[in-house]
T-cell receptor, first 120, second 113 residues
Framework: AQKITQTQPGMFVQEKEAVTLDCTYD???????LFWYKQPSSGEMIFLIY??????QNATEGRYSLNFQKARKSANLVISASQLGDSAMYFC?????????????????FGRGTQLTVWP | SQTIHQWPATLVQPVGSPLSLECTVE??????LYWYRQAAGRGLQLLFY??????ISSEVPQNLSASRPQDRQFILSSKKLLLSDSGFYLC????????????FGPGTRLLVL
């Protein structure tokens, strides 16, 4: 089974609008971390935001926020006030941090990504 | 501040030739190091993981190998490249901690012909 599912291969948003990128995850480990990365056309993976499974509040970093719904196992990324420079591929990732940690080497499981295009 | 370097940035190699990709990290000690591969239009696949000098864990053996001769140096190698080895190779580092975010290098684009 897929650990991370990103169902939107592509999303379009107008500049200055908000956009939500979907991510659902699958784990039986009660302790885990969720990450979002941005990959512009240059290829480098840029860390955006982190949410721990025990964090009570949704994570925020500037214009990025993570809509964490634990019961639904979803961790959607919300980008507010989109900018042209936000056009990129966005990846959701998860690391299992509890009992599974030893066998998974603390690896990150990545989704297939969502290509975001911001238009003027 | 920490920085991570990868070279070369781009590589075109014939099938059957050897491969050596290098990754170095600056500004931190005893990092965890990772090699990932990204095929076109797909997410990242973990290839190797290292917690220290000479300590390598493999996720995908295939015809690739990794070595860590120094604390902040991680090398990805192959004796004979296959067409299927083409892709974008990313090195990443992290340090033990509550979040343990992985930070990525600029990557190497490998095309095997």
């Amino acid at each position: 089974a897929q650990k991370i599912t990103q169902t939107q291969p592509g999303m379009f948003v107008q500049e200055k609008e908000a956009v939500t990128l979907d991510c659902t995850y699958d784990t039986s480990d009660p302790s885990y971390g969720l990450f979002w990365y941005k990959q512009p056309s240059s290829g480098e993976m840029i860390f955006l935001i982190y949410q721990g499974s025990y964090d009570q509040q949704n994570a925020t970093e500037g214009r990025y926020s993570l809509n964490f719904q634990k019961a639904r196992k979803s961790a959607n990324l919300v980008i507010s006030a989109s900018q042209l420079g936000d056009s990129a591929m966005y990846f959701c990732a998860m690391r299992e941090e509890g009992a599974s940690r030893g066998s998974t080497l603390g690896r990150l499981y990545f989704g297939r990504g969502t290509q975001l295009t911001v238009w003027p | 501040s920490q920085t991570i370097h990868q070279w070369p940035a781009t590589l075109v190699q014939p099938v059957g030739s050897p491969l050596s990709l290098e990754c170095t990290v600056e500004g931190t000690s005893n990092p965890n190091l990772y090699w990932y591969r990204q095929a076109a239009g797909r997410g990242l696949q973990l290839l190797f993981y290292s917690v220290g000098i000479g300590q390598i864990s493999s996720e995908v053996p295939q015809n690739l190998s990794a070595s860590r001769p120094q604390d902040r140096q991680f090398i990805l190698s192959s004796k004979k490249l296959l067409l299927s080895d083409s892709g974008f190779y990313l090195c990443a580092w992290s340090v033990l901690g509550s979040v343990e975010t992985q930070y990525f290098g600029p990557g190497t684009r490998l095309l095997v012909l």
